[in-house]
């Protein structure tokens, strides 16, 4: 079994990112990539799907079994024996100048998406794109995304000019606690900030039977005002990315429509991820940052 070693960019107990170097086997199912979007380099025995020289992708589930009744029934992101980042194989992740990662789970780029703009749909557009395509939204629903959308809320004027240009019909300013006047009420709405849920600030703005979607990442608990929720019939919609189904057709979807993410690119090194990494703690970032490699 042959193996590779390349160089990771690890967190320190002080805070800063160090580089170091990892080694790891080449398995007959696994295939040789570079960075969350990159050029196969090499593959296994039993890789069929891709060859050397694709350029391909991979997000936040490492690896799926296939045969367990989530992948049977296409929500194969909630595998019953699935690895995933953060819990399986600490030394494979984006920040690094290659992963070994198993052909399931990586997907061709579409020919002229560029890759620093399909990098941030292997994740954070997956989730976006699951909530809109897999729980029964239509055309005609009004949907509402909190941080940036459709209709946009916000907390400050700051995103009113972008959001217009990204072809938001409406913006409006909300705060926690804060009555809307003259507001028509959502089918549909995303939350994609990174701050704990107020859940009962958020239901005068929901309609009836209208679903909230919390992509938010927090672990501390939110109260949520059953009696409430019940009286609208108001639900509340967990999801997780996408099955790779869905992210196949995210990624086509965005090439053929000429869709890109609003980013800003950090080499990756060093110091271009200590940069990313300060300006995300400043709130300066618009909306993703990628780092490439140079």
């Not at 089918?187 to 900030?193: I, Q, S």
């Not at 970032?285 to 490439?292: A, K, W």
């Amino acid at each position: 079994m042959s193996s590779i070693t390349f160089d990771v960019y690890r967190g320190s107990k002080e805070g800063k990112i160090v580089a170091d170097k990892t080694t790891r086997p080449l398995r007959p199912t696994d295939v040789l990539g570079h960075e969350g979007v990159g050029v196969v380099r090499q593959v296994g025995d039993a890789v069929t799907h891709v060859q050397v020289g694709d350029r391909v992708g991979f997000g936040y589930t490492h690896e799926v079994c296939g045969i367990c009744d989530h992948c049977i029934s296409g929500w194969d992101q909630y595998c019953a024996n699935k690895k995933e980042y953060g819990f399986h194989n600490h030394d494979l992740g984006s920040f690094s100048h290659g992963v070994v990662w198993n052909a399931g789970n990586v997907f061709k780029i579409p020919d002229g998406y560029d890759s620093a703009n399909a990098a941030p749909l292997m994740c954070a557009g997956a989730t976006v794109w699951t909530c809109l395509t897999e729980y029964g939204l239509r055309p005609t629903d009004r949907v509402g995304v909190m941080g940036i959308g459709v209709v946009v809320l916000s907390s400050s004027e700051r995103k009113r000019e972008e959001a217009m240009q990204f072809g938001a019909s409406e913006y409006h300013v909300f705060s926690a606690g804060q009555e809307m006047k003259d507001f028509k009420p959502l089918k549909h709405l995303l939350l994609c900030g990174s701050a704990n849920v107020d859940y009962p600030s958020l239901l005068p703005l929901m309609d009836v039977h209208g679903t909230i979607y919390p992509l938010t990442v927090d672990f501390k608990p939110s109260a949520v005002p059953l009696l409430f929720m019940n009286a609208k019939g108001i639900r509340i919609q967990g999801s997780l990315v996408a099955s790779r189904k869905s992210l196949k057709s995210l990624l086509q979807f965005a090439a053929d429509k000429k869709i890109e993410p609003t980013i800003m690119k950090f080499p990756l090194n060093e110091a271009g991820i200590e940069e990313a990494m300060q300006t995300l703690r400043d709130g300066k970032m618009r909306y993703r940052g990628v780092l490439v490699r140079e």
